[in-house]
């Protein structure tokens, strides 16, 4: 496993791989135990702090690894306390956003997927930057630690335990920059680590990977019956009206896309999430309400309204809350279709994907 790699990141390999790199390194398996449970149970953030290993595997790791830990380069908190928001420093100098989240009594990760995005959505912060590369596995499971690490620090301060200070991360969320079905493998293979019950344990309804519509992504993912949860970003139900938000609609367009989202819910029996950033204007009537509802009739879906985050790069506004509520009241009342509207906490501390490196980087 190093031969090829050059040093291991212990945040990118699954417990049976430790396994077999422990037997590789001719050591004893047994080990892996205690040394996944300093990764994930007690989260220890070096190598150093392992302690209780034996003394040949500390060696091999400080050879032939390392504690992919990502150091904190910014870090705020919304004025309503419920969302903090963190910039993490990559090995390589770039940076990546993180989010931890604290809504109706649950502790939720909202990780990065990449550096930047080549899916170029107009309203994006993340899109106007453009792509720079993908996250590697250890990468994206580094930042569920990272939280799941901030959380139980904050657990163990004087003034912490209140009801809304819970200590264990208990949902991930694929919604912070980046798509994650254009980092396919390394997406899989992270959440397959976080889903280890021995360590973070976060089971197929705690993870949730939201696309902008990769339709092979889509299809592999149902062929591959992958345990998560699927939400589809769909913001229009146009062609035309779709491609001017989110170019590569131009790619995979509407159609091929919702024959996908249908073949996944045939073949997978779940329900998936579209998601809808609300424009004023652009896409919050009650006739786009009707078109959507239409487009989505007999599917298994709910759809989440997010009131647009303004960004440097996009002219348009949030809509307003009737706005919001009207658009919901069609979905229930002609379709009969489940939506919410998800709060815009956080707005104050530019928590929108993408927002925070947009502002590091404007900043002198
Ligand atoms: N690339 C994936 C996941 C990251 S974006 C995707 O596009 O689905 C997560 C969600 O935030 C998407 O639904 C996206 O459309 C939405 N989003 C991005 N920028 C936004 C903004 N400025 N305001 C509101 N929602 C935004
Ligand atoms: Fe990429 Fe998602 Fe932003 Fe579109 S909305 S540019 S897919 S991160």
């Not at 786009?288 to 487009?295: E, N």
């Amino acid at each position: 496993m190093t031969d090829t790699l050059g040093p291991l990141n212990l945040y990118a390999i699954t417990r049976d791989q430790l396994r077999a790199q422990l037997v590789q390194w001719g050591l004893n398996p047994i080990h892996a135990g205690r040394l996944w449970n300093y990764l994930y149970i007690e989260l220890a953030s070096s190598l150093d702090a392992m302690v209780e290993l034996p003394p040949k595997l500390r060696a091999r790791l400080s050879d032939e690894a390392f504690l992919g830990v990502l150091d904190t380069s910014i870090e705020t908190d919304s004025s309503d306390g419920f969302t903090r928001k963190y910039l993490l420093r990559l090995a390589d100098n770039e940076r990546i956003e993180t989010v931890l989240m604290r809504y109706t009594g649950r502790v939720t990760a909202c990780v990065s997927s990449q550096v930047g995005c080549a899916m170029g959505c107009v309203f994006c912060a993340t899109g106007q930057m453009g792509y720079t590369r993908h996250l590697t596995a250890g990468e994206i499971v580094a930042q569920a630690v990272h939280v799941a690490r901030a959380l139980k620090h904050a657990a163990t301060m004087a003034d912490a335990p209140t009801p809304r200070h819970a200590t264990r991360l208990r949902n991930v969320v694929l919604m912070g920059m980046g798509e994650p079905l254009h980092n396919y493998d390394a997406v899989m293979h992270a959440i397959d680590i976080l889903r280890d019950d021995a360590g973070l344990a976060l089971g197929a309804e705690r993870i949730t990977l939201s696309t902008v519509g990769v339709v092979p992504g889509i299809l592999r993912l149902a062929q591959e019956r992958r345990p998560l949860n699927l939400a589809v970003s769909l913001h229009a139900a146009t062609q035309a009206e779709r491609a001017a938000l989110v170019p590569v609609a131009k790619k995979w367009p509407l159609d091929e896309l919702m024959a996908a989202c249908r073949t996944y819910s045939e073949v997978t029996g779940r329900r998936i999430f579209y998601e809808w950033t609300l424009i004023e204007g652009k896409n919050d009537t009650p006739a786009h309400a009707r078109a959507v509802g239409a487009l989505l009739r007999g599917l298994n879906a709910q759809v989440n309204l997010i009131p647009l985050n303004p960004t440097a790069g996009y002219l348009g506004t949030p809509s307003q809350n009737t706005a919001a509520r009207a658009f919901q009241h069609v979905l229930a009342d002609e379709f009969k279709l489940a939506s919410t509207v998800r709060q815009r906490r956080g707005i104050d501390i530019a928590a929108g994907c993408g927002q925070l490196a947009v502002v590091e980087r404007l900043a002198p």
